[in-house]
């Protein structure tokens, strides 16, 4: 059994932005049910949603700033969470990363600091609470200082750093450094240097024993300029130490046998009484009612990064297409005014519902013949997984988790009863648009269409599987396996 502190800056179902917040609400649980001593870590948030009794621990002083650990519980675990109470950071309106007004927080450096700093007292067993970590399991950049505060200590433990998505690094001036009153050592090309800006996630990329990332084709993926963000050259000099995991999800949770959310539940063998949920969401939509046109749905961030521009631009060739089209999601402002404009030009063919509904977000998977997942990349993504255990068919860009997770139907797979989904190449609306003809073709063909849906119904992607594998990573780790060097010993551009 390992003592593993679990650091995370979100955890549903206490507080989620994203998908960290899945994978740190149901890793740590499934690794405590094969044994293990987990203790989460957390920010107190002011909006943190804990429906569990919260109990002072103890005080630790950092640099002369006291924080208070609190504790509480994952619901429905025997996962103890510890929560780090300093309210001048955590304790105001808005959620890990933006103010009340949306902004990001102009003190974003100082608070995760003080959260990495937290850990490391935690982890060495310098706190009041009679425990010490054999592993600290840190994930993206707010925690990224830890593995680089642990490098330089005595016998420190093991650490392992999960990259969530490159695409957001923890970049901060020079100045912060200073400000910051970071051991000058960590100050250097090999460390947290990146072109001369502190960089928080390379704290966690160039010193943590072990790096993980949420699928094995984003692992290869950020090795490359187009995806490496600038720290490729590093990351392809630590592949022997990079791993890529794909991401699981909660089948108890997402399970359209069970969903509380959804008006008809329904199973592989009852594939027919999908079509109730299909007529509900319709209804909901205000949407005619019609079992033969097919619905395609797309719930996400209205974001580049999710390949919105090209459902955009594809959007006003679909509209002449026998289909039905829904979305829920918000970003940036100006796809969500171009997908108002296009619902008000196409009633009757385009739904949007902008903002986020736990609710509708089952609904829609429940009532969807196919789900759009068009990303330029993603490091795992979960709806493609969500839908195919409800049967419903994504189509989704060969790119990151998404390759990983969706096989194309083809002749050949359908036949084999391996496909699970349609799968296209190049992130280019026309591309996009073949991908959705074929879609379309095959739902005409009820028994191709029937084998695809059981098929993806039939797929495991619990957690059980992916803390097996995190397991052996711990298994070939042992406390003071760090070192006092960045393990490194190469430039921040190479």
């Known amino acids: 059994m390992k003592k593993v502190l679990f650091v995370t800056s979100e955890a549903h179902p206490l507080i989620k932005t994203g998908g960290l917040a899945d994978v740190s609400g149901s890793l740590p649980r499934a690794l405590a049910e094969l044994g293990q001593e987990m203790r989460l870590l957390l920010p107190n948030y002011q909006a943190l949603e804990s429906k569990e009794p919260v109990r002072y621990l103890c005080r630790i002083d950092l640099d002369g700033v006291t924080v208070e650990i609190l504790e509480s519980r994952l619901p429905d675990s025997e996962v103890s969470v510890w ?31 003080l959260f990495c700093r937290t850990a490391v007292e935690i982890a060495m067993g310098r706190s009041e609470l009679d425990w010490q970590a054999d592993i600290v399991h840190c994930n993206d950049w707010q925690s990224g200082l830890v593995p680089a505060l642990l490098s330089i200590e005595d016998n420190p433990p ?3 750093f999960t990259i969530h998505n490159m695409a957001y690094q923890g970049l901060f001036p020079r100045s912060k450094f200073v400000s910051l009153n970071l051991p000058p050592q960590l100050w250097n090309p090999d460390g947290l240097e990146f072109y001369d800006m502190l960089s928080f996630i390379k704290g966690g990329i160039a010193y943590a024993d072990r790096i993980t990332t949420v699928s094995p084709t984003y692992a290869l993926e950020i090795q490359t300029p187009e995806f490496g963000c600038g720290l490729e050259g590093l990351l ?3 592949r022997e130490d990079l791993i890529g995991i794909i991401n699981g999800i909660d089948q108890d949770y997402w399970n359209p046998e069970t969903d509380e959310y959804i008006p008809q539940q329904y199973k592989s063998t009852t594939l027919k009484k999908k079509s109730l949920n299909k007529a509900s969401l319709q209804r909901r939509f205000a949407l005619p009612v019609d079992e033969e046109i ?13 390949g919105i521009d090209l459902v955009i631009d594809s959007l006003p060739h679909l509209a002449t297409m026998p289909l039905q089209f829904i979305v829920l999601g918000s970003g940036d402002k100006s796809y969500e005014r171009r997908l108002e404009n296009l619902a008000r030009l196409y009633p009757g063919k385009i739904a949007i519902s902008l903002g986020y509904n736990e609710k509708l977000s089952h609904l829609i998977e429940a009532g969807a013949d196919i789900f759009f997942m068009p990303s330029r990349f993603e490091p795992c993504g979960l709806n493609q997984m969500y839908s195919q255990r409800y049967g419903t068919v994504p189509i989704v860009r060969r790119t990151g988790g998404l390759a990983d997770t969706v096989v194309d139907s083809l002749p050949h797979s359908i036949e084999e009863q391996s496909a699970t989904g349609i799968v296209f190449n190049e992130p280019a609306a026309d591309s996009l648009l073949e991908a959705t003809k074929r879609a379309i073709l095959l739902f005409q063909d009820k028994r191709s269409w029937k084998t695809i849906q059981q098929t993806g119904m039939h797929r495991d992607f ?14 070939q780790l042992r406390p003071a396996a760090s070192t006092a060097q960045s393990k490194t010993e190469t430039p921040a551009s190479a």
Do not use: M
């Not at 950071?89 to 974003?108: E, R, T, V």
């Not at 992916?466 to 990573?473: D, E, G, R």
């Open 236 to 238: 392809s000099h630590r």
């Open 462 to 475: 619990s957690w059980q599987n992916s803390a097996v594998q995190y397991l052996k990573i711990y298994q």
């Open 83 to 113: 929560l780090v109470d300093y309210p001048e950071y955590f304790g105001k309106p808005g959620n890990p990363y933006l103010d009340a007004q949306g902004k990001p927080w102009i003190d974003s450096a100082e608070r995760f600091t």
């Open 158 to 160: 093991a650490t392992v």
């Open 294 to 306: 097919p619905v395609i749905a797309l719930i996400s961030r209205l974001v580049q990064q999710k």
